[in-house]
C-alpha cells in the first residue's frame, strides 16, 4: 500500500529559487493538507484542500501557493524560497469529516541556503 | 476555538516502566481528539482517536488513552515501555470552527526509553 507519496524526500534550494513538492495520495481521499514541521513548533497548516478544485488558507500560507490537480494530487509551490522556509513539508489525506483521521506522507527534507 | 497543550516536551522513561504523556485540550463543544506517533526520519501514524464512543480508547501498539471530561484531559499511557517506543508523539484536535475537520496539534512530546 503506497498511501501518501512525496517527492522529492531532499531538496536544498538557494534563496530565490523556486519548486514544487508533489504529493500524491491512493487512497481515495477527498480532502488532502500541506504541513510544515519546525523543532518545537509541532505541524502547523500551510494550506489544505477540501476537494477537488478547492484550496484554503491554513496557519500559516504566506510564501507558498498550491495546486490540487486532481483528487488524487496535491502540489506545494515555493516560489521566492526564504531560508525561513527551511523545514520539513508532509503532505496529508483524510475523509472528510470531524471524526475522520489524517494519514500522511514521509516528509520533504528542504534546507534553504 | 479549539488547542491542544501537551505538558514536557521531552519525556523519559527506563524500558518496562509505564508511560504516561499528557494532553489538554481546550473546547467548547465535546472535542474529536487524535494521538499521533512519529518515528524518526518517518510521517505521522495514528495511534488512536477519540470520537465520543467511549472514554477509554485503545490504540496499537499497547498504548491508550482515557478521555476525562471534567479535567480537560487525553492522556497517553502505555503499561510497560519498549524500545522501540522511542519516537514523538503528538495530540491534536479537530478543528470545529469549519466543516472540513483540520487538526489542530499540539508541540510534541519525545519518548526516550533507557535500557
Known amino acids: 500500500n503506497a498511501g501518501v507519496t512525496q517527492t522529492p524526500k531532499f531538496q536544498v534550494l538557494k534563496t530565490g529559487q523556486s519548486m514544487t513538492l508533489q504529493c500524491a495520495q491512493d487512497m481515495n481521499h477527498n480532502s488532502m493538507y500541506w504541513y510544515r514541521q519546525d523543532p518545537g513548533m509541532g505541524l502547523r497548516l500551510i494550506y489544505y484542500s477540501a476537494s477537488e478544485g478547492t484550496t484554503d488558507k491554513g496557519e500559516v500560507p504566506n510564501g507558498y501557493n498550491v495546486s490540487r490537480l486532481n483528487k488524487r494530487e496535491f502540489s506545494l509551490r515555493l516560489e521566492s524560497a526564504a531560508p525561513s522556509q527551511t523545514s520539513v513539508y508532509f503532505c496529508?489525506?483524510?475523509?472528510?469529516?470531524?471524526?475522520?483521521?489524517?494519514?500522511f506522507g514521509d516528509g520533504t527534507r528542504l534546507s534553504i541556503l | 476555538a479549539q488547542s491542544v497543550t501537551q505538558l514536557g516536551s521531552h519525556v523519559s522513561v527506563s524500558e518496562g516502566a509505564l508511560v504516561l504523556l499528557r494532553c489538554n485540550y481546550s473546547?467548547?463543544?465535546?472535542?474529536?481528539l487524535f494521538w499521533y506517533v512519529q518515528y524518526p526520519n518517518q510521517g505521522l501514524q495514528l495511534l488512536l482517536k477519540y470520537t465520543s464512543a467511549a472514554t477509554l480508547v485503545k490504540g496499537i501498539n499497547g498504548f491508550e488513552a482515557e478521555f476525562k471530561k471534567s479535567e480537560t484531559s487525553f492522556h497517553l499511557t502505555k503499561p510497560s515501555a519498549h524500545m522501540s517506543d522511542a519516537a514523538e508523539y503528538f495530540c491534536?484536535?479537530?478543528?470545529?470552527?469549519?466543516?472540513?475537520?483540520?487538526?489542530?496539534f499540539g508541540k510534541g512530546t519525545k519518548l526516550s526509553v533507557k535500557p
Open positions: 473546547s467548547s463543544v465535546p472535542p474529536y
Open positions: 491534536a484536535v479537530s478543528d470545529l470552527r469549519g466543516s472540513q475537520g483540520n487538526l489542530i
Open positions: 496529508a489525506s483524510s475523509e472528510v469529516g470531524y471524526n475522520q483521521p489524517q494519514h
